[in-house]
C-alpha cells in the first residue's frame, strides 16, 4: 500500500478530537444528526467497551475516518467477537492518496490485535465493492425486512404494558431468551441502548409488558416515518419464554395502533415470523447489503451461510 503523503496523519480518536469528527462529517456527508454527545456515548460509553475509532488529519483538520464498534455474538452455538465496521470516510480534499485504505487497515488490525473473531458489516454502494476486492469480505445472507400491520380495533383494546425508564434487575437475574446467529445482550447494554441518551432526532419508547399481572418481557420501538406514514420499528426485545414472544409482539401493535401507526417493522427474524403467523404483512426479501468475514477463508465460508437474527437496535447510523 502506498505511503500517505507526510501532512496526513492517523491517531486513535479520543472524546477531545469529537468536535472534528462531527464537522468532517457535516462537511462531506451534510449529516446534521451526529453529535459530540451522541458519539461520547456510542463509543466511549458503549458497555461493551470494545471499539475502534482512528481519525485521519489534514493540514490540521479532520479529513478521514474509521470506526468499528463491536459485540458478542452467539453464532452457530458459539461466542464469536463480531466487529461492525460503522463508518469509513474521507474528504475531497485526501481522495485519491490511499488514505481510505489505511484508515480501513488499522481498524481491522486493532480489531484483531484485541481477539477478534470475524467483522459484520452493512457497507453503502460505495464501500462494498471495495470490502469485496480488497479486503476479502463475502456476501452474507442478505436481511429481509416485514411490517406487521396495526389492527383498527386495537385502538379501542385493553393493553398489558406500561411505557418505562428503567429495566427491572431482578427480572434479568435469571438470564434472557438468546435467539441463534443474534447479538448477546444483558440488562446493562439495554438499559445504556435505550434509555440512556436522548436524541433530538428520534425517541426511544420502552413497553414493559405484563400477563396476569406478571412482568414477562419489554419491547423496544422507534417510531418514524416510511414512505410518508407513521411506523413503529421493532428496536429490540427481552423475555425469558419463548411462548411469550407472541403476546410481546402483540402488544407492541397495540401500543403502535394507539399511537396512530400503520405497524411494527422488524428485520428478518423466524422466530418472530412463527409468532406472528396469521397478522397481515407486507414482506420484502433482502432488503439490506450484508457482508461477513472470518479470520480465514474457511471462517468466513461458515459465516456467509449463516441466516442472522439482527434487530435494527444491533445497527446505527454511525
Request: glycine content about 8%.
Amino acid at each position: 500500500m502506498a505511503q500517505l503523503p507526510d501532512d496526513i496523519t492517523i491517531t486513535r480518536a479520543t472524546p477531545a478530537d469529537l468536535a472534528d469528527v462531527v464537522e468532517l462529517n457535516r462537511t462531506e456527508n451534510d449529516d446534521d444528526r451526529m453529535t459530540t454527545g451522541y458519539l461520547d456515548w456510542w463509543y466511549f460509553n458503549n458497555p461493551f467497551n470494545s471499539f475502534s475509532f482512528f481519525l485521519a488529519r489534514y493540514q490540521g483538520k479532520g479529513a478521514g475516518m474509521c470506526t468499528s464498534n463491536d459485540a458478542i455474538f452467539r453464532i452457530n452455538g458459539k461466542p464469536w467477537k463480531s466487529g461492525f465496521i460503522q463508518k469509513v470516510l474521507t474528504s475531497n480534499a485526501v481522495r485519491g492518496k490511499g488514505l481510505f485504505g489505511k484508515l480501513y487497515v488499522k481498524t481491522d488490525t486493532d480489531f484483531m490485535e484485541r481477539g477478534g473473531d470475524c467483522f459484520l458489516a452493512f457497507p453503502n454502494e460505495v464501500a462494498k465493492p471495495i470490502y469485496l476486492a480488497k479486503y476479502n469480505y463475502s456476501h452474507g445472507i442478505y436481511p429481509d425486512l416485514t411490517l406487521l400491520f396495526t389492527n383498527p380495533a386495537h385502538l379501542l383494546a385493553g393493553s398489558s404494558y406500561e411505557v418505562t425508564t428503567r429495566l427491572d434487575e431482578a427480572f434479568f437475574q435469571a438470564g434472557t431468551f438468546q435467539f441463534d446467529n443474534a447479538m448477546i445482550k444483558d440488562r446493562k447494554f439495554l438499559q445504556w441502548r435505550y434509555l440512556t441518551f436522548q436524541s433530538p432526532h428520534y425517541k426511544y419508547v420502552t413497553l414493559a409488558v405484563q400477563r396476569a399481572g406478571k412482568l414477562v418481557g419489554y419491547v423496544f420501538l422507534k417510531k418514524i416515518k416510511k414512505k410518508g406514514l407513521p411506523v413503529h420499528v421493532l428496536m429490540d426485545v427481552a423475555f425469558h419464554a419463548e411462548a411469550d414472544l407472541a403476546y410481546l409482539i402483540k402488544q407492541a401493535r397495540i401500543y403502535a395502533a394507539k399511537d396512530l401507526s400503520v405497524g411494527v417493522l422488524y428485520m428478518g427474524n423466524p422466530l418472530i415470523d412463527g409468532a406472528t403467523r396469521g397478522v397481515l404483512r407486507k414482506f420484502w426479501p433482502n432488503q439490506f447489503d450484508f457482508l461477513v468475514k472470518g479470520k480465514n477463508q474457511g471462517e468466513t465460508d461458515e459465516l456467509a451461510k449463516v441466516k442472522f437474527n439482527f434487530f435494527f437496535g444491533d445497527l446505527d447510523f454511525v
